[in-house]
């Protein structure tokens, strides 16, 4: 248990649909982090939150939007997703940005693409 | 361009040593992590590094020369519960957090 919670742990969505994961930190962390963790690839970070505020936005596309409405919660809604979106998206955060933060994850939500 | 390696995959005996080498030429440097990942599992933290020599914690240390872009994870006693990927990622001059691709490591009995 790292205090970082994820909703759902799996999802199945045809590019029609929109779906929404969730994303919840019970650390009293600042900064929010949105990646994407494809078999056998780096992590790549989609979206940094800095005290409720978008700091990063790394070319990511549109059909996926991210929320922070406040800094224990984070959000990434998806519409008309493709199938090369399957992928394991990971939440972290961490007390403060920046790369010399140790970050804390969450398990992941498992995404499918049909 | 900024780079992390790693090697994908490496096996290994319960009980037995292991070291999962981290080679990374990135645009400065202020400091190397290494993540722990099971299976279907969030990445834990393990170490960082920000200084040239050995840190040990436990049965793993790390290891980091700055000035050979090159770091290690050292595991000790092997268990099968140490079954995992392992995540290096180095930070740069920007403080931004660069990943590697992850080891794999098979522990058999």
């Known amino acids: 248990e790292t205090g970082v919670t994820q909703t759902p742990r799996h999802l199945v969505m045809g590019m029609t649909n929109k779906k929404s994961l969730k994303c919840e930190q019970h650390?009293?962390?600042?900064?929010m982090y949105w990646y994407k963790q494809s078999a056998k690839k780096p992590l790549e970070l989609m979206f940094v939150?800095?005290?409720?505020?978008?700091?990063e936005n790394n070319s990511v596309p549109s059909r996926f939007s991210p929320e922070c409405p406040n800094s224990s919660h984070l959000f990434l809604h998806l519409h008309t997703l493709q199938p090369e979106d399957s992928a394991l998206y990971l939440c972290?955060?961490?007390?403060?940005?920046?790369?010399?933060?140790?970050?804390?994850f969450g398990p992941g939500t498992r995404l499918l693409v049909l | 361009g900024q780079n992390i390696d790693q090697p994908t995959e490496m096996t290994a005996t319960e009980g037995a040593i292991v070291q999962i080498n981290c080679t990374y030429q990135?645009?400065?440097?202020?400091?190397l992590f290494w993540y722990q990942q099971h299976a279907g599992e969030a990445p834990t933290f393990l170490s960082y590094?920000?200084l040239d020599g050995l840190e040990e914690k436990g049965r793993f240390s790390s290891f980091l020369s700055r000035s050979k872009g090159y770091s290690y994870l050292l595991l000790k006693e092997l268990q099968m519960k140490d079954s995992a990927s392992y995540l290096c990622?180095?930070?740069?001059?920007?403080?931004?957090?660069?990943w590697g691709a992850g080891t794999k490591l098979i522990i058999k009995p």
């Open positions: 972290a955060s961490s007390q403060g940005q920046g790369g010399q933060e140790t970050q804390y």
């Open positions: 590094n920000v």
């Open positions: 990622a180095v930070t740069d001059s920007n403080y931004q957090l660069i």
């Open positions: 990135t645009s400065g440097f202020n400091g």
């Open positions: 939150y800095n005290f409720k505020e978008q700091t």
């Open positions: 650390l009293g962390h600042n900064a």
